[in-house]
Structure formats: C-alpha cells, structure tokens
T-cell receptor, first 114, second 114 residues
Framework: NAGVMQNPRHLVRRRGQEARLRCSPM?????VYWYRQLPEEGLKFMVY????????ESGMPKERFSAEFPKEGPSILRIQQVVRGDSAAYFC????????????FGEGSWLTVV | AQKITQTQPGMFVQEKEAVTLDCTYD???????LFWYKQPSSGEMIFLIY??????QNATEGRYSLNFQKARKSANLVISASQLGDSAMYFC???????????FGTGTRLTVIP
C-alpha cells in the first residue's frame, strides 16, 4: 500500500559502512514493524515499535542492527558495519493498532552490500 | 515446525481461468488471523485478503476469495478470472493471538499464460 513510505528504495553500501532505512507509516497508524526478505524467501519479522518504544525485537540480530521510532519523524532501521549477508529487501509495515487485520506494507528498501 | 506451508513453488494458469494457491498453517491458538499478500516483480507487498479464525464466512475481495477450512488448517487463495497482471509471487501469512508479528510462507510464483 502506497501509504507506507519507505526510502531509499535501493541502497548500495560497501562492507563496513552503515545503512539507514527510513519508514513513515500510514496516516493514523502508530505501530510499525520491520521485516527482512532474503532472496527467494518469505518475509521474516525483525522488530515491532510504537512511538518512542520498542515493543518486540525478538527477530533482530543481536549485533549491528537497531531500530527506533521517535516521537517526531520516521522509523529508522540502522545496520552498522554491513556485511554481504545483510543484502536483502527490508520491508516496513504499519497498523493502527497492535492487533488486528489491517497491516499494510511499504514498497521495501533493497540493500546491496558490495 | 513451519507455521505456514506453501507447497507450490510455482503455478501456471491460463488467462481467464481460476487458480487455487495452497496454504496450510500450524497453530495451537484458537484465535488467529490469516493473510494473503501479492508481490509483483517490482517488489512491493500488496495486501489482498484477510480471514479471522472466528469468521464463519469465507473472506472475499473482488476476484480473490479465501477457502478457509479450519479443521484441515488450510487457507487457500482462489483467484477467479486470472489476468496477466496477476503474475506475481503470492505469500500466505498468519498472526497468532498476542503475537506482534506475521509468519510468512515461502511463497508461490504464479504465472498467467495468455
């Protein structure tokens, strides 16, 4: 759904650099989710945030990955010291409430690590 | 055990014909939700249809319907009158009660033949 805005759509980083992916949820949505899709695979949950709070980060790698959703501005997924294995599509989704049937995804951000 | 299983890596259908994409799920929860998403070659994830476990009627959205068989734990997607634009990857997903995330299957690549 075009209402969830992600940028950049495509990002190329050299090994060791930092990648920052941004997500603005749909209007009226206060819950944000990040998922990762490796080539030829389904999406895997990473983290669930509300404004200024990380609610569930059970899918986040223990090192180098962090996420935030500040009071003002988009949610940010940050990957430090990227490695080739971080190359993937990163999708953001949003919903108006934490449970329910309305979960819309952005168009994804494709990270390529060279 | 996989929570979502999509056994058809690829499917072909003739234009204007109907096609069924299989999805089985595994949960011990009584309350859960089932989702189908379409991912065209451009990469975005498009929400198609939702079925709640307590919904007595099968969900329908235009040409999409969900054949929900609770006892068999299956939630197959039926696309009627296939169009060339339906060629895409299709993902089945489930959210369990109290869970913050969706579990995705590995997807089915549908090709519509003119």
């Amino acid at each position: 759904n075009a209402g969830v805005m992600q940028n950049p759509r495509h990002l190329v980083r050299r090994r060791g650099q930092e990648a920052r992916l941004r997500c603005s949820p749909m209007k009226g949505h206060s819950h944000v989710y990040w998922y990762r899709q490796l080539p030829e695979e389904g999406l895997k949950f990473m983290v669930y945030l509300q404004k200024e709070n990380i609610i569930d980060e059970s899918g986040m790698p223990k090192e180098r990955f962090s996420a935030e959703f500040p009071k003002e501005g988009p949610s940010i997924l940050r990957i430090q010291q990227v490695v080739r294995g971080d190359s993937a599509a990163y999708f953001c989704a949003s919903s108006p409430v934490g449970q329910g049937d309305t979960i819309y995804f952005g168009e994804g951000s494709w990270l390529t690590v060279v | 055990a996989q929570k979502i299983t999509q056994t058809q890596p690829g499917m072909f259908v003739q234009e204007k014909e109907a096609v069924t994409l299989d999805c089985t799920y595994d949960t011990s929860d009584q309350s859960y939700g089932l989702f189908w998403y379409k991912q065209p070659s451009s990469g975005e994830m498009i929400f198609l249809i939702y079925q709640g476990s307590y919904d007595e009627q099968n969900a329908t959205e235009g040409r999409y319907s969900l054949n929900f068989q609770k006892a068999r734990k299956s939630a197959n997607l039926v696309i009627s009158a296939s169009q060339l634009g339906d060629s895409a990857m299709y993902f089945c997903a489930m959210r369990e009660t109290g869970a913050n995330n969706l579990f995705f299957g590995t997807g089915t690549r549908l090709t519509v033949i003119p």
